[in-house]
């Protein structure tokens, strides 16, 4: 199978060996895939290869598909009556004592059959595609019980087997503490470590496990003591950190030399840090800062002058980020964390890839990487923040093939 993007107007990535923020930029070039695989980048003077598929680029601008670090697609029912609480002028911690929030998902999770979720995921991430997203990050964690964890990382593992989006499954049974539980903290921790863990290790169902550490979830010493074990079973950590308040999950996940620490509105000068000094990645969400009607948003320019390699995240979820518009991200990412459009392209593609341990593979247009590949109809890279709210992708590729053409 081969593929031919032929006069491509701009051509943007990030490269190895390039500093964060660098980009390599090429204009009037053709891209040749072969296999899933980006076999050669030519000039537009040159004369590419013939292939089955050719795709004129003319005034188009290609960049790597960009990769979501951070989602939660597997959930039943949407949460739009919380919104409107919201806008009322409830919190997000007043809602989720109301007995709305993650707890609320849970429930309804629980009620539905596995088909049915299953196929309403299909639906969701679909979505991404059309955004230009080739690769997410997906959490379980609207479970909270073992046989429906394991329900929603199998639902994770059969839809990669049976559509184009890649998603890696992430376990995220410390999400909250189920209502069963609550009077009974430990009881769920146990059952995490003693029951949760090793099947989901023993059916090789995640790559990850992630705890939501923060005031009135869990706290850093529980935190701590749940991803060590995860390790354990040999799934490498990501942390909900400092999203509430500075409550010093950066400081821990730079001592467990965790693989992310996702959020980090809170995050304390000292956090920062160690996170740099330890080499873990913030993953920032700032489409859920915005959904939630707040102001304060993660210092990203501290992170990025301290030498940390920033990526962003739509958080996909039901309750605090109800989108899969990475584009839009692109937008609140330059007004609100002020972060340039290089930085941005960076944070979601070749950091994100990173985020994942996925780098060697994806995240930029090099020889020899997989091809997944956007087009956007965008005359420069500055054009995608400046004009938001729309769509624009005009074929999204993944491992070669064409995944969504926007007609």
């Not at 059916?203 to 529980?222: I, P, Q, S």
């Not at 993660?298 to 990475?326: H, I, W, Y």
Request: net charge negative; with cysteine.
């Amino acid at each position: 199978m081969s593929l031919l993007i032929r006069n491509i107007s701009n051509l943007y990535t990030p490269a190895a060996g390039l500093p964060y923020g660098q980009l390599k930029t090429m204009h009037r070039v053709h891209v040749f895939v072969q296999d899933g695989i980006i076999q050669q980048i030519f000039s537009g003077d040159e004369q590419p290869p013939q292939a089955e598929t050719v795709f004129d680029a003319t005034g188009k601008t290609l960049v790597p598909g960009f990769i979501d670090a951070h989602t939660h697609p597997v959930f039943w029912k949407t949460r739009e009556d919380e919104f409107i609480m919201r806008v009322q002028g409830k919190s997000y911690e007043e809602i989720a004592l109301a007995g709305g929030g993650i707890r609320s998902s849970v429930r309804r999770f629980r009620e539905a059959k596995k088909e049915e979720i299953k196929t309403l995921t299909r639906t969701r991430i679909k979505t991404f595609l059309e955004f230009g997203v080739t690769t997410i990050e997906a959490k379980s964690g609207y479970g909270l019980s073992t046989e429906d964890e394991v329900k929603a990382l199998e639902i994770i593992n059969e839809l990669n087997d049976e559509q184009p989006l890649e998603m890696i499954p992430t376990f995220l049974g410390a999400h909250e503490i189920p209502d069963e539980f609550q009077q009974d903290r430990r009881g769920y921790i146990d059952l995490i470590k003693n029951q949760m863990l090793p099947l989901i290790a023993e059916r090789n169902l995640a790559r990850y496990c992630d705890v939501f550490c923060e005031k009135g979830v869990f706290t850093v010493d529980e935190s701590r003591e749940i991803l060590l074990e995860a390790r354990r079973y040999g799934l490498d950590a990501r942390i909900h950190a400092d999203e509430l308040s500075p409550f010093g999950g950066a400081e821990m996940a730079a001592e467990i030399k965790a693989r992310t620490a996702d959020h980090l509105v809170q995050i304390s000068d000292r956090g920062i840090e160690d996170m740099a000094l330890a080499g873990v990645i913030p993953v920032l969400l700032p489409g859920t800062t915005f959904f939630l009607g707040k102001d304060g948003y993660a210092p990203a320019r501290k992170m990025l002058a301290a030498g940390c390699e920033v990526a962003l995240s739509t958080d996909f979820n039901p309750g605090s980020s109800a989108t899969q518009n990475l584009q839009l991200i692109w937008t609140i990412a330059a007004l609100k964390l002020k972060m340039l459009p290089e930085e941005i392209l960076w944070a979601v593609t070749l950091t994100a890839a990173r985020s994942l341990n996925m780098d060697s593979r994806l995240g930029s247009i090099e020889e020899g990487k997989q091809a997944d590949l956007l087009l956007l109809d965008i005359p420069n890279l500055n054009y995608l923040a400046y004009h938001y709210g729309i769509n624009h992708t005009v074929i999204t590729v993944k491992e070669g093939k064409i995944v969504f053409r926007n007609e």
